[in-house]
């Protein structure tokens, strides 16, 4: 299983970015998604989850409202839109992949991890 993030990037606090993870070598219907951010000196934590079928989403409290995670099939990749950035929205943001239909917001419970992407929010 091969997760390739993309996207990331500096950008002024309320600005918007997307980010995406391309996923290969894995039946990507039978996995369920997370997004995950670690910032400096922090521990990494969920930001946003997905299941199999893109019909159950969970979103960590500090960007509810702010992204969006979605998924694409056809193309085996999952994105995260997000809006109205933050200061502390900047850290570098991990794609990974839980191989369960259900998704679950536990970072130790997802087998696959890409080498993730920064995204910064400064003024």
């Known amino acids: 299983v091969q997760l390739v993030e993309s996207g990331g990037g500096s950008v002024q606090p309320g600005g918007s970015l997307r980010i995406s993870c391309a996923a290969s070598?894995?039946?990507?219907?039978?996995?369920?998604m997370g997004w995950f951010r670690q910032a400096a000196g922090k521990e990494r934590e969920i930001v946003a989850a997905?299941?199999?079928?893109?019909?159950?989403?969970y979103y960590a409290d500090s960007v509810k409202g702010r992204f969006t995670i979605s998924r694409d099939g056809a193309k085996n990749t999952v994105a995260l839109q997000m809006n109205s950035l933050k200061p502390e929205d900047t850290a570098v943001y991990f794609c990974?992949?839980?191989?369960?239909?259900?998704?679950?917001?536990?970072?130790?419970?997802?087998?696959?991890w890409g080498q993730g992407t920064q995204v910064t929010v400064s003024s």
């Open positions: 997905i299941n199999w079928s893109g019909s159950s989403t």
């Open positions: 990974a992949a839980k191989p369960t239909r259900l998704f679950t917001i536990a970072t130790i419970e997802y087998d696959y």
């Open positions: 070598d894995l039946t990507f219907s039978s996995y369920a």
